[in-house]
C-alpha cells in the first residue's frame, strides 16, 4: 500500500522515532478519515510509519474522498484482516463509529499482548445522540479523546457510576480544530455558505424547503455569494447516506447567478467565508475557529432527529428571516470555551503525547476497563454472540408458516414480499372472502 510519510528531523529524540512505531489507522468513510488525519500526521512528524485500512463491507470511500482529506490511500480489507493489522500494530487510531470500537478492543483484549497497541478512539464530530452508548463502546480504548468539556463531565459520571476506570478518558478538542478560535469578523457579509447534512432534515420535502430558502436569500442579496456545499457528489456516500441530493431538488429551479453548488471542502472555503448556515453540521464549529459568523438555521424546529438540540446554548440558533435581516448571534462564551478551551496544544498534539507516553511506560489504561464488571459482561456477549449461542428469534417467514401452515404461510409471505404496499389490502381482503366460501 502507498503511504504518506512526514518525518521530521527534529523529532529523533520522541518516542516514535526511537521504537519506529508502526501505525495503524482505522476509518471507513471521510469523516472519519478527516478525524484521524491530523493524529496520523502529527504522529508521522514525530517518525511514525502509518497505515490506513477501511474495513471492507463498513466503508464508503470514493478516490476523491481520500484525496479530499489529505491521505493518499486506503487500503481495504476484511474484518478479520484489520484486528490482525492492529493487534501487530504499536498503535492504533480508530476512528470507526462506536460498535466497531467495541468489537475491535473487546477482540484485541482476548489477545495476550504484551503490553499490546495503544489504542486511540473519539468521536468524529458533536456528539448529538448516544452520548452515553457512545462512551461505553469507546471505553475499552487506552486513550479516549473527548471533544469538549461539557461531554468529558458526563462521561466521568457515568465511568463512577458503572465503576469503570477513566484514566483513559482526554480532553482534546477535535483534531481538526485550534485551542484558540480567531476573532470573529466584523466586515460586511458578501460570502455566504450553506454546509448542507446527509441526513439533516431527512425527508425531501424539509429539504427542499432549506435550499429554496437559501436561493431566496441569494435573490434577496445581489450582492453576496450563496454556496452551497453537499456532504458529498452524486454517487458518492458517506456513513449517513444521502437520499434528496441538492442538485436533483433544485434541478427545476430558475437559479440566481450569484448561486452556486460547490464540491470545495469546508477548510479551503472557510477563509473567504463571511456568515456559514447549517443545521447542526461540526463545520459550525469549523467556521467560529476560522473567526467566521454562524447562524444554525431554526425554521424546521428544534428537535432530536435535527441533532440541534445540542445548540441551544449556542446562541446561534436562527430563523431565516433572522438570517435574511441580518439578526445574526454571536457564539456564547461558555460554549465556546467547552470546545475548544482547557487545553494548551494543538488536538492532535495532546493526543500523541499521551500516546507516546504510554509506550515509553508501557501502561495501557485498558488493561484497568478490562477487569471492571461491565466490561468483562461486553465480552462474555460478544463471545456468545460469536459462538452463535444465543437464541434468534424466527424470521418473518418462519413465523408465518408456523401459523398458518408451510403451504398457506408460504403464500402469504410471498404475497407480503412481492406485492405493492398498495395492493395488499385489497388482496386480503379478497383472501378472506375466498376463505369464508371455503
Known amino acids: 500500500m502507498e503511504q504518506t510519510r512526514r518525518t521530521s528531523p527534529a523529532a529523533a529524540t520522541t518516542a516514535c522515532a526511537e521504537a ?3 501505525v495503524v489507522a482505522i476509518a471507513g468513510f471521510d469523516s472519519q478519515l478527516k478525524w484521524s488525519v491530523g493524529i496520523c500526521r502529527e504522529l508521522e512528524s514525530r517518525g511514525a510509519q502509518v ?11 470514493s478516490d ?10 486506503v487500503r481495504t480489507v476484511d474484518w478479520d484482516d484489520v484486528v490482525e493489522a492492529a493487534a501487530a500494530a504499536d498503535v492504533v487510531v480508530c476512528a470507526l463509529a462506536g460498535p466497531l470500537v467495541r468489537r475491535l478492543t473487546i477482540a484485541l483484549a482476548e489477545r495476550p499482548l504484551q503490553p499490546g497497541p495503544v489504542v486511540v478512539a473519539g468521536w468524529v464530530g458533536i456528539i448529538i445522540e448516544k452520548i452515553t452508548a457512545g462512551y461505553l463502546d469507546r471505553c475499552g480504548a487506552d486513550v479516549v479523546a473527548v471533544n469538549a468539556r461539557h461531554e468529558l463531565d458526563q462521561f466521568r459520571f457515568t465511568a463512577q457510576r458503572l465503576a469503570v476506570p477513566d484514566e483513559n478518558l482526554v480532553l482534546s478538542g477535535l483534531p481538526f480544530l485550534s485551542s484558540q478560535p ?10 455566504v455558505l450553506f454546509a448542507d447534512q446527509p441526513t439533516v432534515p431527512s425527508g425531501a420535502g424539509d429539504r427542499s424547503y432549506l435550499y429554496r430558502r437559501l436561493v431566496e436569500h441569494a435573490r434577496r442579496h445581489p450582492d453576496r455569494e450563496v454556496l452551497l ?3 458529498h457528489r452524486l454517487g458518492e456516500d458517506t456513513f449517513h447516506r444521502m437520499h434528496h441530493h441538492p442538485e436533483q431538488l433544485l434541478a427545476d429551479v430558475d437559479l440566481p447567478p450569484n448561486f452556486r453548488i460547490v464540491y470545495t471542502s469546508i477548510p479551503e472555503l472557510l477563509p473567504r467565508t463571511d456568515l456559514l448556515l447549517t443545521v447542526s ?24 432527529r435535527l441533532g440541534n438540540h445540542v445548540f441551544l446554548d449556542s446562541d446561534l440558533l436562527r430563523t431565516f428571516d433572522q438570517i435574511d435581516d441580518d439578526d445574526l448571534g454571536t457564539p456564547a462564551a461558555a460554549w465556546v470555551d467547552s470546545y475548544f478551551g482547557g487545553r494548551t496544544s494543538s488536538s492532535a ?11 515509553a511506560s508501557g501502561e495501557r489504561p485498558s488493561r484497568l476497563v478490562r477487569s471492571s464488571p461491565y466490561f468483562r459482561a461486553a465480552v462474555e456477549l460478544e463471545a456468545a454472540r460469536a459462538a452463535g449461542s444465543l437464541t434468534r428469534a424466527p424470521g418473518p417467514w418462519a413465523r408465518r408458516r408456523h401459523r398458518y401452515g408451510v403451504v398457506r404461510g408460504t403464500v402469504v409471505h410471498a404475497g407480503t414480499q412481492l406485492l405493492p404496499p398498495a395492493l395488499m389490502r385489497p388482496v386480503r381482503h379478497l383472501y378472506r372472502r375466498a376463505l369464508g366460501r371455503i
Open 51 to 61: 497505515e490506513v485500512l477501511a474495513p471492507r463491507g463498513r466503508s464508503a470511500l
Open 229 to 231: 456545499k453537499p456532504r
Open 182 to 191: 480567531r476573532p470573529q469578523r466584523e466586515t460586511p457579509v458578501r460570502t
Open 349 to 359: 498534539g495532546t493526543i500523541v503525547d499521551r500516546v507516546e507516553k504510554l509506550l
Open 64 to 73: 476523491q474522498q481520500v484525496r479530499d482529506v489529505g491521505f493518499s490511500a
Open 281 to 304: 453540521s461540526t463545520a459550525c464549529l469549523e467556521a467560529v475557529d476560522a473567526g467566521c459568523r454562524v447562524a444554525l438555521v431554526l425554521d424546521l424546529g428544534v428537535h432530536e
Open 20 to 22: 519506529s512505531v508502526r
